[in-house]
């Protein structure tokens, strides 16, 4: 059991350093959301890992990065600050995790989510300086009770993707002024 969690250990110190790596290469940002996705899906064990961005003026989450191949998951229409799970975890900047979405009055997507077979969810907010921009949704294929450990590894990954999006932005910022200035 030891080694079990020893390897377990390992292999998500290794995925963080993927993220870190991504993070400071110069892959565009597009190509590190889906590496984040990826790579955190894979080390989390779950059917689907997705990150879902706050929409400033239609206050709106809608689907930025997953490593599913549903068309129907990557398609499902976007959410309102405070609508669902996501957008509850987006108003409240807080972690949600849920036990079993199919039974949640509050999950939106009950028949994506049976078709995928999707149980479990742990939604945690991408927040830059207090400010929340987007969500990190995490699922699992059978029932799971979230522990804090696993809820932490899941805020550092939401941290990490918080960074790159919001280094994004500003470059935007910055290229735009520099153009505007010459």
Request: charged content about 25%.
């Amino acid at each position: 059991m030891e080694e079990q969690k020893l390897e377990s250990a390992k292999d998500i110190v290794e995925a963080l350093s993927k993220i870190g790596q991504a993070i400071t290469s110069d892959l565009y940002l597009e190509d590190i959301l889906n590496l984040i996705v990826t790579v955190t899906a894979e080390v989390m064990h779950s059917k689907i890992c997705s990150i879902m961005l706050l929409d400033p003026k239609t206050k709106e989450l809608t689907m930025k990065a997953t490593q599913s191949m549903s068309k129907d998951y990557i398609n499902k229409n976007p959410l309102k600050l405070g609508e669902g799970i996501a957008g509850k975890v987006a108003m409240e900047n807080r972690p949600i995790a849920v036990y079993d979405i199919i039974g949640s009055d509050e999950y939106k997507s009950k028949d994506i989510a049976k078709k995928e077979n999707l149980c479990s969810m742990l939604c945690i907010p991408l927040h830059v300086k207090g400010n929340v921009i987007g969500v990190l949704n995490l699922y699992t294929t059978k029932p799971h009770h979230f522990n804090d450990y696993e809820i932490n590894i899941m805020k550092t990954v939401a941290d990490a993707a918080a960074i790159v999006i919001e280094n994004s932005r500003l470059m935007i910022e910055t290229n735009l002024i520099k153009e505007e200035l010459e």
